[in-house]
């Protein structure tokens, strides 16, 4: 791939996605625009630069920024966060929320649903606790394709044995054929929108949860700073954000801190949400 | 290290499973079907058991079951891995007391969730 050609495509990521691609992702682009390419009748990678090069087409656009981001995910990912939010989490805002009955949750890049699913499930584990609660959560992402494939709740065999114990399988599923269905109560649990971070965020309300895990790392230093500045205005001031292991406030934000001794998990720096969740 | 028992017919599956194992750090033991998975537990007992259901002489739902009835015998930690893919054979094997349930094909990352899930890892 020619330079120009790199440059153009990785700036107008950055401007629709704040998506930063280095030059060692070049086999990236190419992996994933080819045939992307070849879907719109076009022969090779060039000939698409060419066009997004000629006109802003913004469904092709749309499509070279869906097929770009990153959309892995699997059931319960890396656990620490979900035990987190079991034994601490939920339980402070149990509590905290107990006269209102009212909770916010908030998957910021809820990907193909099973984060925002896998939090469902918890929930409806402690049901007791939970049923006469209104209880929101809110899944988006940048890319409405997934997000198709999340309010479906339909998943492969494959993906249903990456982190979810088979208790939880049996329980909450039902078996289509090849595909594995989420039951409707876990479904109905959870909303999705279309939404991406980089636009402003009135119009998704207050939230007393947010997770937004592995998705800061693909942006540049000025953007991790403006997303998390602008969550920090919608979190509640005893509300607990949840960031990916590889991912920090530190140098970035004033307005998180890290929680000591639990990878992951932050909150806001004027409130004094550890003591609430017994981490204190 | 923790020892792992592998029980497959398959030579290839056994192999598979060997070589995702102990990049995990278990030792492995190789049974062919129930019969010799249960004189397996008797000389050695293992932490877990990768079981296979459709084998000849001695299956693994019988293997399973045959286990879970001796009360002289340290219960291992029971993970089948095998073909059946129905709901219905998922409740048959969880009921008969096994832990975990994984649907070939696998890869190490199944191998991975899985064993952590029930604590091996």
Known sequence: ?280 | MKLCLVVDDSKVIRKVARRILEELHFDIEEAVDGQDALEACERNMPDVVLLDWNMPVMDGLEFLRAVRARDDFEQPIVVFCTTENDMAHIRTAIEAGANEYIMKPFDREIIEAKFSQVGLM
């Open chain 1, 1 to 280: 791939m020619k330079t120009e050609d790199f440059d153009f495509l990785s700036g107008m990521l950055k401007e629709r996605s704040g998506l930063m691609l280095t030059q060692d992702k070049i086999y990236l682009l190419e992996s994933r625009l080819t045939p992307l390419a070849r879907k719109r009748g076009l022969d090779t990678l060039d000939a698409l630069i060419q066009k997004l090069r000629m006109r802003a087409d913004q469904g092709l656009i749309r499509d070279v920024t869906e097929a770009m981001t990153t959309n892995e995910s699997f059931f319960f990912r890396d656990n620490t966060p979900f035990d987190l939010f079991k034994n601490h989490v939920a339980p402070a805002m149990e509590k905290a929320r107990g006269n209102q009955k009212r909770l916010r949750i908030w998957c910021a890049a809820a990907s193909t649903g099973q984060e925002p699913y896998s939090l469902a499930i918890l929930l409806r584990e402690q049901w007791h606790k939970w049923k006469d609660w209104r209880i929101e959560i809110i899944g988006t992402d940048i890319c409405t394709q997934v997000l198709d494939k999340a309010k479906a709740g339909s998943y492969s065999q494959f993906e249903v044995q990456r982190g979810l114990p088979i208790q939880l399988l049996i329980k909450y599923f039902k078996q289509e054929g090849d595909i594995w269905r989420l039951n409707d109560e876990i479904r109905n649990m959870v909303t999705y929108r279309p939404f991406n971070l980089l636009d402003n965020f009135i119009g998704l309300g207050n939230f007393d949860i947010i997770f937004c895990r592995n998705v800061l790392i693909y942006f540049d230093q000025p953007t991790k700073s403006a997303v998390l500045n602008r969550m920090a205005k919608t979190l509640a001031k005893d509300g607990t954000l949840f960031l990916g292991a590889a991912e920090t406030v530190l140098g970035i934000t004033d307005e998180f801190r890290p929680v000591r001794g639990q990878r992951g998990l932050y909150v806001p720096s004027s409130g004094e949400a550890e003591k609430l969740m017994g981490l204190g």
